[in-house]
């Protein structure tokens, strides 16, 4: 390299700012704290829009409380047509004439959603404040995606249900092992379902017993995906649900 080349050199560098030579130097002080996270809060209303289906046993108005009954539809019965959810379970056998010794909701996922447990909390508040409801008596069943549907119900809001009967459901069993609460469940599934495998019931049903609490599940050997007829043609099945209470808070 010759002289004037090296002079050259020398005086674009005198030139260029310094923060673009050196590192930055972090800030102290006053700086630091400003340059760091602030805390936030958020506050705001979601709206929850729902339709569904409501059915009061007979001589509501003579009794001061009832169980409540929550039935979550499957997949295929979600949209905006309420007929739908009387395809299954608890509404299809109300609509043939059969009264149940509960409030029975019933309500209809839109379609291209699932369940969100937040929405359900909000239905059960409309419920319990505008019907007579025995609060340590509300349970929750649902088929395929409403059995779904139940495990995730009862993750969000454990102290509030009195028990669950997921059917050809699932979860994540992990969230079921830090319930503050034992929750009561009889689980069902048919050993030959190929859309949703009884191993996640079975997954679930492991995980419930981990955490404490009473299970019992129910695996029909020769059933599919619909294990659902067969237990909400049951007696004993509704009999079970109106004999648990929730746990004492």
Request: net charge neutral.
């Amino acid at each position: 390299m010759n002289s004037l080349m090296l002079r050259a050199l020398v005086v674009v560098s005198l030139l260029i700012p310094a923060w673009n030579i050196r590192a930055a130097e972090p800030p102290t002080g006053n700086r630091a704290k400003a340059a760091r996270q602030k805390p936030c809060e958020l506050e705001r209303n979601v709206p929850v829009r729902m339709k569904y289906l409501l059915h009061l046993p007979e001589g509501y108005d003579q009794k001061e409380s009832w169980p409540l009954l929550l039935f979550l539809h499957g997949a295929g019965e979600r949209g905006d047509n309420l007929e739908l959810v009387k395809t299954h379970g608890p509404p299809k056998l109300i609509e043939a004439g059969q009264s149940f010794p509960f409030v029975v909701v019933s309500p209809q996922c839109p379609a291209g959603r699932w369940w969100e447990p937040l929405e359900l909390g909000a239905l059960i508040d409309e419920i319990v404040e505008n019907y007579k409801v025995d609060e340590d008596r509300i349970y929750v069943t649902g088929l395929s995606m409403g059995g779904f549907g139940t495990w995730a119900l009862a993750v969000y809001q454990p102290a509030r249900l009195a028990a669950i009967a997921p059917i050809c459901g699932g979860g994540e069993p992990l969230m079921l092992r830090l319930l503050p609460v034992k929750i009561p469940a009889w689980v069902f599934h048919g050993a030959k379902d190929t859309t949703v495998p009884v191993e996640r019931s079975e997954q679930m049903v492991d995980a419930l017993k981990k955490a404490g609490c009473t299970v019992k599940l129910t695996v029909y050997p020769e059933a599919g995906h619909d294990s659902w007829t067969k237990t909400y043609a049951n007696p004993e099945f509704y009999q079970w649900l109106l004999e648990q209470k929730r746990a004492a808070k």
